[in-house]
């Protein structure tokens, strides 16, 4: 069983940045990827990023802008989001699949956090 928390979320103009922050429950959190999803008002949600032990992906709208790290240690993941654009505004959601994959889609994660609300004001 994983919990997952997400934080750091809030308002930030056009162009700035946040940082989001997933704490996880877990004995095995090392062996779970990692990753990091979002909902804008009335669309579905969408895949941002994702992270196993020794690699990192993207979705290309957030490609060279934001980046996903973990520190398996303290059992957190972290979505550094730079130069943020209005269109980034949704509840950003932390997600986490047993194993080692560079795809995750929706219907393959485990466990999911109860999300994150990112506003980019214009």
């Known amino acids: 069983q994983v919990q997952l928390v997400e934080s750091g979320g809030g308002l930030v103009q056009a162009g700035g940045s946040l940082r989001l922050s997933c704490a996880a429950s877990?004995?095995?959190?090392?062996?779970?990827?990692m990753g990091w999803f979002r909902q804008a008002p009335g669309k579905e949600r969408e895949f941002v990023a994702g992270i196993t032990w020794s690699s990192t992906y993207y979705a290309e709208s957030v490609k060279g802008r934001f980046t996903i790290s973990r520190d398996n240690a303290k059992k957190f993941v972290y979505l550094q989001m730079d130069s943020l654009k209005p269109e980034d505004t949704a509840v950003y959601y932390c997600?986490?699949?047993?194993?080692?994959?560079?795809?995750?889609?929706?219907?393959?994660?485990?466990?999911w956090g109860k999300g994150t609300l990112v506003t980019v004001s214009s």
């Open positions: 877990g004995r095995t959190f090392s062996g779970y990827t």
């Open positions: 997600g986490a699949r047993f194993g080692s994959y560079e795809t995750m889609a929706q219907s393959t994660v485990n466990y």
